[in-house]
């Protein structure tokens, strides 16, 4: 095949040169021919992201190492789960096994320099000849995945490209970086709702079992050069202490190796913490995550940075976190490039050299895994939820993080209480407890002092993960060993739905419990079926049913096709009695949504605008010249603002913006929302969207957050008390819990009150609290009259990164509601 270029000779410039991108289709093109002509690399795509793009990794040794991969993956997995090997075959494989190095550039695609260095570290892997590469790649396994995200590098590099060397060089994109998600891409790691987070799961972690993942990052730009750990407190409480140990030594060893390069300015033990599974799912899965983050630029040009600047932030000052300092001066991209190539191979090299220690401690880990544990032993999720299609939806996500979930196949009791068969057990004693169990249980996140006496530290990131509370699942933690006949599941299982097989010319019975609710009803209205909600409760077959019931008519091959879809979605169905009596209610109609979007990029529009698709909302995407052309009502019924703040909405972007993507909706298009309102529709309002309503249409209601006192909960969980009789709260229970982060409280003149936070001091349920007492009996959800129509003001994230699923009905009630209108529900139809 021929020798194998160079960066510079393959892309036609050096790699790193001030204002030029390595284009993403000639990194997979690279990477392809490096692995053609060199018996050191085998390149995988190994899926389609959600653009359509490919999903690669390239997976790096020695030649020998490279003939026989599939034994050294083998032997790596069987030391990742002990159970499957006795002490004596894990001595040999730690002497014969090779340590497995993961390197992941670009999650964050505007963070471009990891994403051109990771060429020149394959090139340096694939040919260079000298003793120490050689002994680097005899010793391991290195899979480099260039483009982590690839939707986002193709969209980037091609903005880039399009204004380099115009006055809007540097403008940052008008859009998301990931079509739904943005920067919050690195925070899917323990939900796994996007494409590439399962290709990577799928991929990397089920077949390689890394020892070590590197995810290279970058930062603002006047600070230290680059971070590596150390990681400041709190580590997660279930993050195995070996692990915690092995961060400390391998990023101490690339500070150390890295100052001893004469690379200034490599800072640790500063900012990020190790608390969140959200950015660390390697913690959960017997690895170390080593996050590097490197000063950026802009985007790919020079910048300058003056000494004042690093002064201000002590950065001239050598120190024990700081051994090196950097003076100042030009930062390009070729810097950005340079201290990644130089951090690679710190852990490269350090896995090499301590081979056995890397893979002595993975074992070690596993063996903690498995270990019989008491107080818990297991968590069970009862069967008979309010909502199956959600139950299904966490085990899933469960088994997507490698834990393994059983299946009860017949009644049992543990702790006196007893669980019917369907119910299921997530056992302690498996090699990745610890992610099940912090997912599973409630946080409490520990409180340190900036200095002894000092203020509180804050955390780096959102603090409560607890999925049973976000997405509404009772489970039931066991603490004393127990018996009972379970299996493994292959697949997310729970008790199949009842389904009435005969004719139902009263109608069908469906629950609001269940969030698959509101894709039956998108399905059936879309179908032309009739969909009502009732107004009141009503007895039916000696049953009581709560307001806020789903009666559906459907007949013949209509409702054969709704037997279906019930079975799909885990939906009981229930005929309704011959004794039906006519109720109170309203019929649905199809949603017409307007999803507003501005030229800004916002992660919770995105993550909205996701979730809606799964749940089958007819939404259209919606910009400015939408809203001030006025008339919404011909094309919508409801309109959506998700968590913008009033300055987005109403004057856009500005600035180092092409013109076509500056400004907002303005008076004018407040204009077209009283009109739309006035003839009848709902706007739905958000987060810091509720500031633009309340504002801009003059509602007698005030958003008393400034005024309330010091609030304190950084993503947290707390208390809140539902009207359960109002449309907008059908289906919830009364006693619910939402996602706080700088959520708004009302003071409300005119309007119904939905939601409020109980009178109580006990307002946390997971994460942390300060100034709860400011929040007591304070309203966070109301409805609001207007003309014809009316507004919803949500003061919190309903959604919150698509984990929120308890609060989901909040927003799908409102939709709904605004498109329905007050009706009898018949006793059958003619």
């Known amino acids: 095949m021929g020798p194998i270029p160079t960066p510079t000779e393959f892309f036609g410039f050096e790699v790193g040169t001030n204002k030029m991108l390595v284009p993403p289709d000639g990194i997979i093109n690279y990477f392809r021919k490096m692995a053609e002509a060199s018996g050191r690399m085998i390149f995988q795509e190994v899926g389609r992201t959600t653009d359509d793009h490919a999903f690669v990794m390239a997976i790096i040794s020695s030649e020998e190492n ?239 940075v003056s000494p004042d600047a690093l002064a201000r932030g002590g950065y001239l000052t050598r120190s024990v976190f700081h051994p090196l300092p950097w003076q100042g001066g030009e930062w390009k991209l070729k810097d950005i490039v340079d201290y990644n190539v130089a951090a690679a191979f710190a852990v490269i090299e350090n896995a090499a050299l301590t081979r056995q220690t890397w893979l002595s401690n993975f074992y070690e880990v596993g063996k903690n895994a498995i270990a019989e544990k008491v107080n818990p032993c297991a968590v069970i999720i009862p069967a008979g939820q309010r909502d199956p299609y959600t139950t299904k939806w966490l085990i899933k996500v469960l088994q997507t993080g490698m834990v393994e979930v059983h299946l009860a196949t017949r009644p049992f009791s543990a702790d006196g209480r007893r669980f019917e068969a369907g119910s299921a057990v997530i056992y302690m004693n498996q090699p990745y407890y610890s992610f099940a169990k912090t997912l599973l249980e409630r946080q409490v996140y520990p409180e340190f002092t900036q200095y002894p006496g000092g203020p509180l530290m804050r955390p780096y990131d959102y603090v409560a993960h607890t999925l049973p509370l976000l997405m509404g699942v009772d489970v039931v933690w066991i603490n004393n060993p127990f018996e009972a006949n379970t299996r493994l599941m292959q697949m997310p299982e729970i008790n199949p739905p009842t389904i009435s097989t005969g004719p139902a010319p009263h109608g069908f019975i469906i629950s609001h419990d269940t969030n698959a609710m509101f894709i039956i009803a998108n399905r059936l209205l879309a179908d032309g079926a009739d969909v009502y909600w009732t107004s009141e409760p009503f007895d039916d077959g ?78 259209e995407t919606t910009h400015n010249e939408v809203i001030t052309a006025g008339n919404l009502n011909r094309n919508f019924n409801t309109l959506l603002f998700s968590n913008y703040s009033a300055n987005e909405i109403m004057r856009g972007r500005s600035g180092n913006t092409p013109p076509e993507y500056t400004g907002g909706i303005g008076a004018e298009g407040v204009e077209n929302i009283r009109e739309f309102l006035q003839n009848g529709g709902t706007l739905i309002t958000y987060g810091s969207s509720v500031d633009f309503a309340i504002g801009e249409l003059g509602l007698k209601v005030t958003n008393t957050l400034r005024q309330a006192g010091e609030i304190v909960a950084p993503g947290s969980l707390l208390r809140t008390t539902n009207d359960t009789n109002h449309p907008i709260a059908y289906g919830m229970e009364r006693d619910g819990n939402l996602f706080y982060r700088n959520a708004a409280i009302f003071d409300v003149q005119d309007g119904t009150v939905i939601s409020r936070y109980p009178n109580t001091n006990d307002l946390l349920l997971s994460g942390w609290l300060e100034g709860g007492e400011n929040l007591r009996n304070k309203i966070n959800l109301v409805e609001v009259p207007y003309g014809q129509g009316r507004v919803v003001l949500i003061g919190f994230d309903p959604v919150y990164r698509a984990q929120a699923q308890a609060n989901f009905k909040f927003l799908f009630n409102a939709m709904f509601y605004g498109a329905a209108r007050p009706a009898d529900i018949p006793e059958t139809l003619e």
Not at 172 to 177: I, T
Not at 595 to 610: D, L, V
């Open 542 to 619: 000696g049953k009581k049913y709560p307001a806020g019931t789903v009666i559906v008519f459907a007949q013949g091959n209509q409702a054969d096709r709704l037997r279906k879809m019930a079975q799909e979605l885990n939906i009981d169905l229930i005929a309704r009695g011959r004794l039906a009596r006519t109720l109170k209610g309203y019929k649905l109609n199809p949603v017409n949504l307007a999803h507003y979007q501005s030229w800004s990029g916002n992660m919770s529009e995105g993550w909205t605008r996701w979730v809606l698709e799964q749940f089958e909302f007819n939404a």
């Open 66 to 304: 490279i003939l026989n991969i599939e034994r050294y993956r083998q032997m790596n997995a069987k030391l990742a789960d002990p159970r499957l090997i006795s002490d004596a075959e894990a001595r040999q494989i730690i002497r014969d096994g090779k340590a497995v190095v993961a390197i992941n550039a670009g999650i964050h695609s505007t963070e471009v320099g990891p994403i051109q260095a990771l060429n020149i570290v394959a090139y340096e892997l694939a040919t260079g000849q000298t003793e120490y590469i050689k002994n680097l790649l005899d010793n391991t396994i290195i899979i480099l995945n260039p483009i982590h995200n690839p939707d986002g590098y193709y969209m980037v590099h091609d903005w880039w490209n399009k204004y380099v060397g115009t006055e809007f060089e540097g403008a940052s994109m008008p859009w998301l970086y990931h079509r739904y998600t943005g920067h919050d891409d690195n925070r899917d790691w323990y939900f796994f709702s996007q494409k590439m987070t399962q290709l990577t799961i799928k991929h990397l972690y089920e077949q390689w079992h890394p020892q070590i993942v590197v995810d290279m990052h970058q930062m603002g730009s006047s600070g230290a050069r680059i971070f590596v750990p150390p990681f400041v407190d709190p580590y997660e409480h279930n993050i195995d202490p070996i692990l915690q140990a092995n961060v400390n030594m391998l990023g101490t060893y690339m500070q150390n190796r890295m100052t001893a390069q004469d690379f200034a300015g490599v800072e640790s033990h500063k900012r990020y913490d190790a608390w969140t599974p959200g950015r660390a799912f390697q913690h959960y899965h017997g690895a170390v995550r080593i996050l590097t983050e490197t000063a950026s630029v802009q985007l790919a040009a020079p910048i300058s």
